[in-house]
């Protein structure tokens, strides 16, 4: 089994105007009219720095690859309150499988659909940052024979990923959307679970689908046997249309009992 648990803490940094503007106006969320910032604590503070950059720098992405008005949706309260858990790890975080649900079996979505369902709800799409969830949902793939799920792994496509850090982009600039975590160069076999073929026959990620004159492959899939090949990573195009898997998002829960205090989330 690979490790993932090695991946360096790295975060995507906000080094432009346009995204510094994101940021300002999603830190104003965190006030309300008459609340002095002095009555904020510390650690909630910090916390909605990280949502901040979050929206911000996931609203670029999704503006790169869907020009059509479509945005990254905030967290909606009476959701989040009753967002469905199917499993918790032993760690007490909570996972929602699309296709164990009555309403939406059957039902798939594209990359940032399936994201503003599980955002909509306090969560957001999975991220498989060590070696353990990784085999956890591996191993419920297998098990309930889904053919593939949407994680929240993303290509930096947008402003700023010029980068020298980044560069190749294509091997150093895959992330978790979701907690802004950098992935390990997908050229270090042993830090990922990228298969090692894809349909033209080449380790993945290989963004065939632009290769062949369709769209970029710049979202992260997990295919189960596909090309007969196991359970691992493959780079595919957003727009495909999958089933997914939610994950609590801590950010967003913080953010909603912040300004709900009153719900119970």
Known sequence: MKSLNNQENDRIQINNIDEENWINHYEQLWYNENADETTIQKEDFKKM?????????????????????????????????????????????????????ANLRGTEEDWLGARNYCRQRCMDAISLETSAENEWIKQRLVNENVKYIWTSGRLCDFKGCDRPDLQPVSVNGWFWTA??????????????DWSETGGIGRPQPDN???????ASENCLAVLNNFYKDG???????????????????????????????????
């Open 231 to 265: 359970v691992n990573w493959h780079d595919v195009a957003c727009h495909h249309r999958k089933p997914f898997v939610c994950e609590e998002n801590e950010a967003l829960l913080k953010y909603i009992r912040y300004h709900n205090p009153q719900l119970r989330v």
């Open 49 to 101: 720095k990280v949502i901040a950059i979050v929206l911000a720098s996931v609203f670029c992405a999704v503006s790169a690859q869907f020009p059509n008005g479509r945005i990254l949706e905030p967290p909606v309260p009476h959701l989040c309150a009753q967002r469905v858990i199917h499993e918790r790890t032993p760690d007490g975080k909570g996972y929602f499988m699309s296709w164990r649900d």
């Open 208 to 214: 065939r689908e632009a290769q062949q004159g369709g």
């Open 179 to 192: 907690v802004l975590q950098k992935l390990p160069p997908s050229t270090q076999r042993e830090q990922n």
